[in-house]
């Protein structure tokens, strides 16, 4: 299984900017929080059922449980927080997650 954080965004009002940031400076301290094996950015490109009110989201990947768990008190996490909030403050939401791959 793998442990990971997922980041859902609203549509930011500069997309341009929004993913420019994201993948140059966010990107450059999310690869410094200890444990982390990759990063992966997905645009949504349409809803099929149902109301979806997010643009895009991020995957964090841990090496273990204990590795997210560890890196959820790191200081480069909270790094990654601030400068979040200076980017993209109002448009996310953060969830802790475990992926299985069933086929």
């Known amino acids: 299984m793998m442990n990971k ?3 859902f965004y609203k549509q930011p009002e500069n997309i341009e ?16 929080i200890p444990g982390v094996t990759s990063v992966k950015f997905t645009i949504l490109t349409k809803t099929l059922v149902g ?4 643009w895009a989201y991020s995957e964090t990947f841990f090496e273990s449980a204990d590795s997210l768990k ?3 008190k790191s200081p480069e996490l909270a790094e990654s927080g601030k400068d979040a909030m200076e980017f993209a403050a109002g448009l996310f939401t953060v969830i802790l997650a475990t992926e299985e791959t069933l086929c």
């Open 5 to 7: 954080m997922v980041v």
């Open 17 to 32: 900017s929004f993913v420019t940031r994201f993948k140059t400076q966010h990107l450059e301290i999310l690869k410094k």
């Open 51 to 54: 109301e979806n009110p997010y």
């Open 70 to 72: 560890a890196a959820l």
